[in-house]
């Protein structure tokens, strides 16, 4: 019992300091790290699809800022043969955190303020806790190979757009019980209907927060969306769906804490002699 969770808090550290290698992101200190374009990408470039027509070709995408590049979240995609495929919705890379990067879901802390009383969702050291969402467009116009320009025109300007007449919204198509969205002036964005209208196109930003009673029993919390054009004289077309995984997780017992916290001194002390050892070597 006692090794399983030491195990699990040695990799839960190990995802933590993993997520530090991460190429710097543009706006993070902002608290975004998300933004909205659309898919210039006519025809698919490669993989059993190559040649066909990008089902997701002029439609809204939501952008993970991962560096230097973009991750789109929840794309229309293809499945089944490339001499008959179907059209999805959606794509298998649909979930914040990526299931690829084996990320837990995004803790909830203790709120404060406006959010008193609730757990919360936090900016920490994972680049996907950094939940503000922006217009592609606000990284157009700096200078050349800044850090923005790089993320601007990445992917050979697939993302880069003008989002001209486009009206978005952010529909809630599903959510846990219990999981509500506010914002920083308003804790729940869907008390009135199931579309939140986040601007236009080309300039807006909206840095959302998830919450839960501070009562909310322990387990993982999600939502599903899908970003609409609401706009009209736009051939922009709406998202696929994607999913933010949240999860409520009990205090650690003083005992599971302390053993943490001793794996964590004997990483560092396993490493410091690895490192002396490779030293001594040269």
Same mark, same amino acid.
């Given at each position: 019992?006692?090794?399983?969770?030491?195990?699990? /808090?040695? %990799?839960?550290?190990?995802?933590?300091?993993?997520?530090?290698?991460?190429?710097?992101?543009?706006?993070?200190?902002? =608290?975004?790290?998300? @933004?909205?374009? !659309?898919?210039?990408? %006519?025809?698919?470039?490669?993989?059993?699809?190559?040649?066909?027509?990008?089902?997701?070709?002029?439609?809204?995408?939501?952008?993970?800022?991962?560096?230097?590049?973009?991750? =789109?979240?929840?794309?229309?995609? @293809?499945?089944?043969?490339? +001499?008959?495929?179907?059209?999805?919705?959606?794509?298998?890379?649909?979930?914040?955190?990526?299931?690829?990067?084996?990320?837990?879901? #995004?803790?909830?802390?203790?709120?404060?303020?406006? !959010?008193? /009383?609730?757990?919360?969702?936090? %900016?920490?050291?994972?680049?996907? &806790?950094?939940? /503000?969402?922006?217009?592609?467009?606000? #990284?157009?116009?700096?200078?050349?190979?800044?850090?923005?320009?790089? #993320?601007?025109?990445? +992917?050979?300007?697939?993302? &880069?757009?003008?989002?001209?007449?486009?009206?978005?919204?952010?529909?809630?198509?599903?959510?846990?019980?219990?999981?509500?969205?506010?914002?920083?002036?308003?804790?729940?964005? !869907?008390?009135?209907?199931?579309?939140?209208?986040?601007?236009? =196109?080309? +300039?807006?930003?909206?840095?959302?927060? !998830?919450?839960?009673?501070?009562?909310?029993?322990?387990?993982?919390?999600?939502?599903?969306?899908? #970003?609409?054009?609401? =706009?009209? /004289?736009?051939?922009?077309?709406? +998202?696929?769906?994607?999913?933010?995984?949240? %999860?409520?997780?009990?205090?650690?017992?003083?005992?599971? @804490?302390?053993?943490?916290?001793?794996?964590?001194?004997?990483?560092?002390?396993?490493?410091?002699?690895?490192?002396?050892?490779?030293?001594?070597?040269?």
């Amino acid at each position: 019992m006692r090794s399983n969770a030491l195990c699990a /808090g040695l %990799a839960g550290w190990g995802i933590i300091m993993a997520s530090f290698n991460v190429s710097a992101a543009v706006r993070h200190h902002e =608290g975004i790290g998300f @933004y909205i374009g !659309y898919d210039g990408l %006519a025809t698919v470039a490669s993989s059993t699809y190559a040649g066909l027509s990008n089902p997701n070709a002029d439609r809204l995408t939501l952008l993970l800022d991962h560096g230097e590049h973009f991750h =789109g979240i929840g794309a229309y995609s @293809y499945t089944g043969p490339a +001499s008959a495929p179907d059209v999805m919705p959606t794509n298998t890379n649909n979930r914040i955190p990526e299931t690829y990067s084996l990320e837990s879901p #995004l803790p909830l802390g203790a709120g404060s303020g406006l !959010y008193s /009383g609730t757990l919360r969702s936090h %900016a920490g050291s994972s680049e996907y &806790s950094h939940l /503000g969402i922006a217009s592609i467009q606000s #990284l157009a116009g700096h200078a050349s190979e800044s850090m923005e320009d790089i #993320l601007f025109q990445s +992917s050979n300007n697939r993302w &880069s757009g003008q989002l001209d007449n486009v009206q978005l919204g952010l529909r809630l198509v599903q959510s846990t019980p219990g999981l509500r969205v506010g914002s920083e002036t308003t804790t729940d964005i !869907y008390s009135t209907g199931d579309v939140f209208n986040l601007g236009m =196109g080309n +300039s807006f930003e909206f840095k959302p927060v !998830y919450w839960v009673d501070a009562a909310a029993p322990e387990g993982i919390y999600s939502a599903t969306f899908q #970003l609409l054009n609401t =706009g009209v /004289g736009s051939p922009i077309g709406d +998202s696929g769906t994607f999913h933010f995984d949240f %999860a409520v997780s009990p205090v650690p017992e003083p005992e599971t @804490y302390a053993m943490l916290v001793a794996g964590l001194f004997m990483v560092t002390a396993i490493a410091r002699r690895r490192r002396g050892s490779q030293l001594a070597s040269h």
